[in-house]
């Protein structure tokens, strides 16, 4: 899993599994059938076990993301002629294979979608605006995004593999690491479970090991809200988390590609960051940037740490959904 970027001889082609005609319209198939039934997704349990050759094609995926690279490009989904929600119940049925979906956010989407509504929520949460986002895990074992609509401009996605950054660390930057074991309190900005505290009582450690397995959850934003209203953050602390922010977005870690219509990233969020640059959307609605989103309970957990858990909802992951919430917060920081 400690991948680097400079050793992806091809880039993003490295990273891709391609489906099928035959396999495209086998997941078409089984999505019209779902959308038809008239029931919600989430009472499926429809895992295209019927289809042999996907259902291979998938497994072999979901190991790459749960013990392999920890990332994989799933190329071919078929948006063409598609509706919404076939494009939906297509992606749904893949995610199945890699986990259980999980809530997003106070809302308690499990199928969510990234994009720009700052327009109607100036403070809306990272997820639905226009912003750059700095490389950050999210709040589950496993991440997917799948893309349906590019942006007029901008958009571009990043990765990087936190296993390969620890071992750089580990072996020039020892003191900076030892912090980052320690770990940092985290806001839960307004997304706290009923009866949590805004702020974790314990301390988050960005990286952590069990079982010999070094996991890493890290938003920087989160730490630096946290850190604004307890009056902490040393010197030494803001310049390991500096530290870990310019090795990963250095051209010797971080991978950049853009995500195109009918491409799905799948991540392992313990082992992977992701970020992506600032976008602007165009007047037509084919230039509006869409991303389906997944957060999963993944089928084969990573052995971790129960410290790193932010917001109360332990080995699911997620976020506890609350009534008449939305994800919004006021930004006293910059976004990551």
Known sequence: MGWKAIDLVNGKADLIIQLSLEQQSDLRKAAQEIVASGQPLSNSIHQLQSIDALSETLRRAAHEVDSGRGIVILQGFPLAESSTAEIEAMFWLVGLHFGVPVS?????????????????????????????????????????????????????SR???AIALHNEMLSSHLDALEILYRGFHWHRLGEQAE???????????????????VSCRYIRNYIREAAHDLGEL?????????????????????????????????MNNLTTLHARTAFENGVNPADKRLLLRLW???????????EIEVFGTERAGGIAARENATPSFRRRASVE
């Open 104 to 156: 997003q956010s106070v809302m308690g989407e499990r199928l969510g979608h990234v994009e720009d509504l700052s327009h109607i929520d100036p403070d809306a949460r990272a997820y639905r605006s226009h912003w750059e986002l700095g490389l950050h895990t999210d709040i589950s074992d496993i991440v997917s995004f799948l893309c349906v609509r590019r942006a007029a401009s901008g958009g571009t």
């Open 159 to 161: 990765f990087a593999s």
């Open 195 to 213: 009866g949590e505290s805004s702020i974790t009582q314990h301390r988050v450690p960005l990286f952590s090991e069990h079982d010999g397995y």
């Open 234 to 266: 040393t010197t030494k602390q803001e310049e390991a988390l500096d530290l870990f922010d310019n090795l990963a977005r250095s051209k010797k870690f971080c991978l950049e590609f853009m995500l195109e219509p009918g491409e799905a990233v799948v």
């Open 296 to 306: 999963m309970m993944s089928h084969a957990p990573r052995p971790t740490r129960p």
